[in-house]
Every structure is written in structure tokens, then in C-alpha cells.
């Protein structure tokens, strides 16, 4: 059974910065995509940015490119989400998803086989 925790979420004031890690339990990690969702309050989860399982591609839906970074450390099974600039309209909770043995990316949920348990972001304005 893939675990993937995420760890990092808190409140911060708006224009500030936060740093997201998911951690996984899975031996084969190196092979898999990761991403990044949030889901707000009533709304649906959304994509939020993803990287192969290399590290050599990114990708970033438009309202966070500039200010969030994806990055991933294969030896330690780890992927990092660095959140800058935060806005009010970043609160939500985040989860971290993995597509085990599919090293390209995608920006659909149902493509992402494991889920974290998700870690919630709260930006006060």
C-alpha cells in the first residue's frame, strides 16, 4: 500500500510564503509523476502543479506560475511544493498525488493513482 504524507500547511498572512513536503513510502517513487491539487471550500479540486518522475518537467496552472515551485528528491521519496506571494484565494487544503509508473505529468485527478491525506492552507488577508 503507497502512503504518501503531506506535511507544512498552516496560516500565514497574505504576501507570505510556505513550504509543503509529501513524503511517500513507495520503493519505486523514481518512476512516478507527482502532483499537486487544493481543494477550497465548496469548490472542486484543481490542479495545482506537477513534475515528472525525472524532475526535468514542470507544470503549473496559471494562477501560481511565478509564485509556486514544484521540486522532488528521489532519494528521499520526497516532493516539495514552495508557495510564494500567497493571496487569500490560495487557502485550501492541498494533496499531494502520485501516478506510479508514469514518469509524464497530467492535470487530471483521475489520472493520479495515491493520494495524501491532504494539509490544509489558510492565507489571511
Known amino acids: 500500500q503507497v502512503q504518501l504524507v503531506e506535511s507544512g500547511g498552516g496560516l500565514v498572512q497574505a504576501g507570505g510564503s510556505l513550504r509543503l513536503s509529501c513524503a511517500a513510502s513507495e520503493r519505486t517513487f523514481s518512476t512516478a509523476a507527482m502532483g499537486w491539487f487544493r481543494q477550497a471550500p465548496g469548490k472542486e479540486r484543481e490542479f495545482v502543479a506537477a513534475i515528472s518522475s525525472g524532475g526535468g518537467f514542470t507544470d503549473y496552472t496559471d494562477s501560481v506560475k511565478g509564485r509556486f515551485t514544484i521540486s522532488r528528491d528521489n532519494a528521499k521519496k520526497t516532493v516539495l511544493l514552495q508557495l510564494n506571494s500567497l493571496k487569500p484565494e490560495d487557502t485550501a487544503v492541498y494533496y499531494c498525488?502520485?501516478?506510479?509508473?508514469?514518469?509524464?505529468?497530467?492535470?487530471?485527478?483521475?489520472?493520479?493513482?495515491?493520494w495524501g491525506q491532504g494539509t490544509q492552507v489558510t492565507v489571511s488577508s
Open positions: 498525488a502520485g501516478r506510479t509508473f508514469y514518469a509524464t505529468t497530467s492535470r487530471a485527478a483521475r489520472d493520479y493513482m495515491y
